[in-house]
Nanobody, 125 residues
Framework: QVRLVESGGGLVQPGGSLRLSCVAF????????MGWFRQAPGKEREFVVA????????YYADSVKGRFTISRDNDKNTVYLQMNSLKAEDTAVYYC??????????????????WGQGTQVTVSS
């Protein structure tokens, strides 16, 4: 079993920055890919970014490329999502996800086995 706990969401003005954190607990050695997804009100869950455990592969959605960066701290079992130049359309609940059965990052939410509870990000003036 793997448990994921997100934090760091909040209210930020357009153009601002936030950093989300996702701490993994449990059988973390079994995780191959970590990712972030988001879901805005009335919309389907959307892929944001993912990377492989060894960091060799990363995959960003076009909508966030150049603005968002995924990183990790292995000592803390934590994955981060640095979000810069935020826009109103980035407003959503952001979810951390972990995949055990794939070796490269995937935008398909069905490939992910464990999910966090989500953290709200609101971009508004």
């Amino acid at each position: 079993q793997v448990r994921l706990v997100e934090s760091g969401g909040g209210l930020v003005q357009p153009g601002g920055s936030l950093r989300l954190s996702c701490v993994a607990f449990g059988r973390i050695f079994s995780i191959n890919v970590m990712g972030w997804f988001r879901q805005a009100p009335g919309k389907e869950r959307e892929f944001v970014v993912a990377f492989s455990r060894n960091g060799d592969y990363s995959y960003y959605a076009d909508s966030v490329k150049g603005r968002f960066t995924i990183s990790r701290d292995n000592d803390k079992n934590t994955v981060y999502l640095q979000m810069n130049s935020l826009k109103a359309e980035d407003t959503a609940v952001y979810y951390c996800a972990a995949a055990l059965g794939i070796g490269v990052p995937s935008p398909d939410s069905d490939e992910y086995d464990y999910w966090g509870q989500g953290t709200q990000v609101t971009v508004s003036s």
